[in-house]
C-alpha cells in the first residue's frame, strides 16, 4: 500500500539549495553538534540539524582495502561522491571539519564484520588502529530536507574495484513532468551530493519493477502528471560494502550522519575524484 507522500516541492528544493532549511534545530552549528555526540548527550538523527551545514555518509575501513575503496568511489561518483580521505591513523577531517574526531563526533555507528552488522555504538575509539582510514561521502540532504525517501535495487552495474563490486541503488522523488527539467538542473549542481537524476520516468529502463514496493525506506504515490525521477543513492557503497565480506567496516548509522563545517552553497564548488556517470560501467 503507498504510504503518505513525502515529496520535495520544486520551490522547496531551490530554498533548500539556496539557503538550508529554516526550521527548529537543537544545534545550530556543526561544531555544537559534534560536541554533543563526542559528550555522548545527542544520539539522534541528525535531520534538520545544524541547518545549512553539509551532512556525510561515513566510512572507515582498516588500511589494506583503502586504495581499492578509494578507486571504487572515483569510478562510481555519481552513487559515491567522495568529499574527503583521511590519512593512515588520522581521524581528523581536516577538510571538511578540522578538529573533528570521525571515531566519537557521529550520534550512532554500525560495526561490520564479514558483511553483517552486528553492532550499533556511540563511540568507536576502541576499534581505530594505527592503519584505518575514514571516508566522508556526499548525500543528498544537501539539496532537500533530511527523509526517508523510497530507494530501490537497480540493474546498473558499477565499476568495480578489488572486492568492492555491485549494482547501484537509486532514491526516487515524484514531481510534475513539467517540473523534472529544472529539478535535474537545480540538483545537477550538486556533484558532490550525487547531482542530476541517472533516470527519468521509466523505472523498468533500470530494473525497478515496482515503485511502490521500495527495497529501503517507505513508497510513496506518484499522482497523475507527475513522473518517478531517480537519483543515485548512498546505500550503494553501504551494499557494495557488505557484499566485500570484509572482517571490519565501521559506518554511520541510517540517519545517524557527519556533519561537517562547511556549508551546502560551499559545496557547490568542491571536487571529488572521478566523473560523474549515470552509467559508471559505461565507457
Known amino acids: 500500500m503507498m504510504r503518505a507522500r ?39 538523527h541528525t535531520t534538520g540539524e545544524a541547518p545549512g551545514f553539509v551532512q556525510a555518509n ?8 583503502a586504495d581499492d575503496f578509494h578507486q571504487f568511489c572515483a569510478s562510481n561518483a555519481a552513487p559515491c561522491p567522495l568529499l574527503e580521505c583521511t590519512d593512515p591513523g588520522d ?7 578540522p578538529g573533528a574526531d570521525v571515531r566519537s563526533d557521529l550520534p550512532k555507528y554500525h560495526i561490520w564484520r564479514e558483511g553483517s552488522m552486528v553492532e550499533e ?13 575514514a571516508f566522508l561521502l556526499g548525500c543528498s540532504f544537501t539539496w532537500e530536507e533530511g527523509r526517508n525517501v523510497p530507494m530501490y535495487n537497480t540493474s546498473i552495474p558499477l565499476k568495480g574495484a ?21 529539478v535535474a538542473e537545480i540538483t545537477g549542481r550538486y556533484p558532490a551530493a550525487h547531482g542530476q537524476p541517472v533516470q527519468v520516468g ?14 529501503y525506506g517507505q513508497a510513496v504515490s506518484v499522482r ?33 550522519m ?24 559505461e565507457e
Open 224 to 256: 497523475d502528471g507527475e513522473v518517478p525521477i531517480f537519483w543515485a543513492c548512498g546505500v550503494t557503497p553501504q551494499n557494495a560494502l557488505r557484499n566485500a565480506k570484509l572482517p571490519l567496516v565501521i559506518t554511520h548509522a541510517p540517519g545517524h
Open 162 to 182: 578489488g572486492p568492492f563490486q555491485g549494482q547501484m541503488v537509486v532514491s526516487m522523488r515524484p514531481y510534475k513532468v513539467q517540473d523534472s527539467d529544472k
Open 121 to 133: 555504538c556511540q563511540d568507536v575509539r576502541h576499534l581505530w588502529d594505527g592503519q584505518m582510514r
Open 91 to 97: 581521524w581528523e577531517p581536516r577538510r571538511l571539519a
Open 258 to 281: 557527519f556533519v561537517a563545517d562547511i556549508t551546502n552553497d560551499q559545496l557547490r564548488s568542491w571536487k571529488v575524484p572521478g566523473e560523474w556517470r549515470a552509467r559508471p560501467a
Open 58 to 65: 561515513l566510512v572507515i575501513l582498516p588500511g589494506q582495502y
Open 6 to 44: 513525502l515529496t520535495l516541492p520544486l520551490a522547496l528544493c531551490q530554498r533548500r539549495v539556496a539557503e538550508g532549511v529554516r526550521r527548529f534545530a537543537a544545534y545550530a552549528t556543526a561544531r555544537e553538534l559534534r560536541e554533543a555526540c563526542r559528550q555522548g548527550s545527542f544520539a539522534a
Open 202 to 215: 521509466q523505472p523498468s529502463v533500470i530494473g525497478v519493477q515496482d515503485i511502490a514496493q521500495p527495497d
